[in-house]
């Protein structure tokens, strides 16, 4: 009875001593309850279905869970309607001192511009953009010597881009944007009828 005893105490010391042990592979002087100063293989995984979360690994190399949903860029989007002529001004709260943005317009006849552009704090610039088959084409309006400026107004027109009776001639989709400061930017609609944008920024 008294050996039975015995070794119960000494297993469950034993166990209580495992449970708050650190155990080190490559290493003597273990920082985590399992510390590997090594490669790490995995022979056999699940095929990945119904994931929910991923494992990330910290600057001093501590490993944890992170959930999909969360791990994945930043992104900001609005729209916005603007009369012909005239400005509007939309902030991106974000704050993306690096980004990707686009913005996109619809007429009634279904046919769809996008222009995309890049910004890096002050900088933008287009990389692209086209309005049913028409190419961007763009002009920089030059930053007067006076002028405090974040950077300068990029003047986007598609030439003879088809028509759609009353929403919008060959100008329907022209429009000019200028980055005001860290969150801000100027569009100006430019075209002959009203418009609605979708201005979606993607951080970099």
Do not use: H
């Not at 088809?162 to 005001?180: A, P, R, V, W, Y």
């Amino acid at each position: 009875m008294k050996k039975k005893l015995f070794f119960s105490v000494a297993l469950i010391l034993l166990t209580n001593a495992i449970a708050t042990a650190q155990v080190g592979i490559g290493t003597e002087n273990p920082q985590a309850t399992l510390d590997i100063n090594g490669n790490l293989r995995i022979a056999n995984r699940g095929d990945g279905e119904n994931d929910e979360k991923v494992l990330t690994i910290s600057s001093n190399g501590i490993v944890n869970e992170k959930i999909i949903k969360d791990f994945t860029a930043r992104k900001f989007r609005t729209n916005k309607t603007i009369k012909s002529g005239e400005s509007i001004i939309i902030n991106n709260p974000q704050v993306f001192s690096n980004s990707n943005f686009n913005i996109t317009s619809t007429n009634n006849c279904g046919r769809n511009m996008i222009s995309s552009f890049m910004s890096s704090d002050g900088s933008v610039v287009l990389t692209g953009g086209i309005a049913r088959d028409k190419s961007a084409e763009y002009t920089i309006e030059p930053i007067k010597s006076s002028e405090s400026s974040y950077s300068p107004r990029i003047i986007v027109t598609f030439k003879n881009v088809l028509g759609c009776g009353g929403d919008g001639n060959d100008t329907q989709f022209n429009f000019s944007i200028k980055k005001l400061n860290n969150t801000e930017y100027e569009i100006t609609n430019n075209g002959n009828v009203t418009r609605t944008y979708t201005i979606t920024w993607l951080e970099i």
